[in-house]
């Protein structure tokens, strides 16, 4: 069965980078888009980047671009997202996701458009 596994959060200090990795296994991914959500504490979860398998197309929500990069490494099966320069408003729980949708580069990913989810990494930015 397909699995997302994530892996690289932590608790840093404002201003420093992580990259968050995604290791994707259980079927043939080459149609898919690949995601990023994330769910702070009371809050509800939101999109953050999306990448097409291909790694030719992305999406980011406004308030993160120009700080957060996703990418894709297709011999690894591994989804990457770097954030630099983090805030304490990035603290969050960080979810990996796959889906077959893909609306072009003014979509607005929702969490209905992705089939598989992986148990998500903890990253905290302190102040």
């Known amino acids: 069965q397909v699995q997302l596994v994530e892996s690289g959060g932590g608790l840093v200090q404002a201003g420093a980078s992580l990259r968050l990795s995604c290791a994707a296994s259980?079927?043939?991914?080459?149609?898919?888009?690949m995601g990023w959500f994330r769910q702070a504490p009371g809050n509800e979860r939101e999109f953050v980047a999306a990448?097409?398998?291909?790694?030719?197309?992305?999406v980011y929500r406004d308030s993160v671009k120009g700080r957060v990069t996703i990418s894709i490494d297709n011999a690894k099966n591994t989804v990457y997202l770097q954030m630099n320069s983090l805030k304490p408003e990035d603290t969050a729980v960080y979810y990996c996701?796959?889906?077959?949708?893909?609306?072009?580069?003014?979509?607005?990913?929702?969490?209905?458009?992705?089939?598989?989810w992986g148990q998500g990494t903890q990253v905290t930015v302190s102040s």
């Open positions: 259980g079927r043939t991914f080459s149609k898919y888009t």
């Open positions: 990448i097409t398998w291909s790694g030719g197309s992305t």
């Open positions: 996701a796959a889906g077959t949708t893909w609306l072009g580069r003014t979509w607005s990913p929702r969490i209905s458009d992705f089939d598989y």
